[in-house]
């Protein structure tokens, strides 16, 4: 039998527009598709405080501490250490903005962070269906993903100067840019994946979506897909 995987799906906080009460249960429920996969939900970002990561082969993190500090030092430490001793970590949508501001490590952490642009300017273009063109086909991430339509939020605002290695990217109605949709980096002796796909229940269940959120999982696990 396969060994399974332990992955804890890390929630409870975020911006208004997204339902995570909807979102994380559904995130939890694809991942499960992989029989590998034993998915668990703490409702609570500050859970991070505790040692409880290292009890997971993964984390996700699906939040965003929009109107509120994040988790403080000792979570921050307990991710960082988490991944750099080779913890697989997941960002997903809107968790690029986690601790806005406040942990500059955690842009070298996941590669690229959310920015916001300032009053008057688009942090993404309006939610609607756009192409996601897969750029590198022989990731074990995108293996067997060909280019694919979605109806999501095209994120256009994401900064950051470490290396990454791009996966797929999607051009903007709005500014006509290229922009990152998915992408890896390591971290010490851990992998780490974001995505910015993910707005809602339709993002998440739409197209290749959920195969490429396994496949990233099984990649940060350190697992064969």
Same mark, same amino acid.
Request: hydrophobic share 40%.
């Given at each position: 039998?396969?060994?399974?995987?332990?992955?804890?799906?890390?929630?409870?906080? +975020?911006?208004?527009?997204?339902?995570?009460?909807?979102?994380?249960?559904?995130?939890?429920?694809?991942?499960?598709? +992989?029989?590998?996969?034993?998915?668990?939900?703490?409702?609570?970002?500050?859970?991070?405080?505790?040692? $409880?990561?290292?009890?997971?082969?993964?984390?996700?993190?699906? @939040?965003? !501490? #929009?109107?509120?500090?994040?988790?403080?030092?000792?979570?921050?430490?307990?991710?960082?250490?988490?991944?750099?001793?080779?913890?697989?970590?997941?960002?997903?949508? *809107?968790?690029?903005?986690? #601790?806005?501001?406040?942990?500059?490590?955690?842009?070298?952490?996941?590669?690229?962070?959310?920015?916001?642009?300032?009053?008057?300017? /688009?942090?993404?273009?309006?939610?609607?269906? @756009?192409?996601?063109?897969?750029? +590198?086909?022989?990731?074990?991430?995108?293996?067997?993903?060909?280019? *694919?339509?979605?109806?999501?939020?095209?994120?256009?605002?994401?900064?950051?100067?470490?290396?990454?290695?791009?996966?797929?990217?999607?051009?903007?109605?709005? +500014?006509?840019?290229?922009?990152?949709?998915? *992408?890896?980096?390591?971290?010490?002796?851990?992998?780490?994946?974001?995505?910015?796909?993910?707005?809602?229940?339709?993002?998440?269940? !739409? /197209?290749?979506?959920?195969?490429?959120?396994?496949?990233?999982? /099984? #990649? $940060?696990?350190?697992?064969? !897909?």
């Amino acid at each position: 039998t396969q060994a399974q995987i332990k992955v804890l799906i890390i929630t409870g906080q +975020d911006y208004p527009g997204h339902v995570w009460r909807e979102t994380a249960p559904v995130l939890r429920k694809l991942l499960e598709e +992989d029989s590998r996969f034993v998915v668990h939900i703490l409702e609570d970002p500050h859970a991070l405080d505790s040692a $409880t990561l290292t009890n997971y082969t993964v984390v996700l993190l699906h @939040f965003q !501490n #929009w109107q509120t500090s994040g988790p403080g030092a000792t979570a921050r430490e307990n991710l960082r250490s988490y991944v750099a001793s080779g913890g697989g970590l997941l960002s997903v949508h *809107f968790a690029c903005g986690a #601790w806005h501001g406040e942990w500059p490590e955690f842009q070298n952490i996941v590669g690229r962070v959310w920015h916001g642009a300032g009053p008057g300017k /688009a942090q993404h273009d309006p939610r609607g269906p @756009f192409t996601v063109r897969i750029v +590198d086909r022989e990731h074990p991430i995108t293996r067997g993903l060909a280019d *694919f339509e979605t109806t999501d939020e095209l994120y256009t605002c994401l900064t950051g100067e470490v290396p990454i290695h791009l996966l797929a990217q999607a051009k903007s109605k709005v +500014d006509q840019r290229d922009h990152a949709m998915a *992408f890896t980096r390591d971290y010490g002796k851990g992998r780490v994946f974001l995505t910015t796909l993910g707005h809602d229940v339709k993002a998440f269940t !739409n /197209a290749c979506v959920p195969q490429l959120l396994r496949q990233a999982c /099984a #990649w $940060t696990a350190g697992a064969k !897909n």
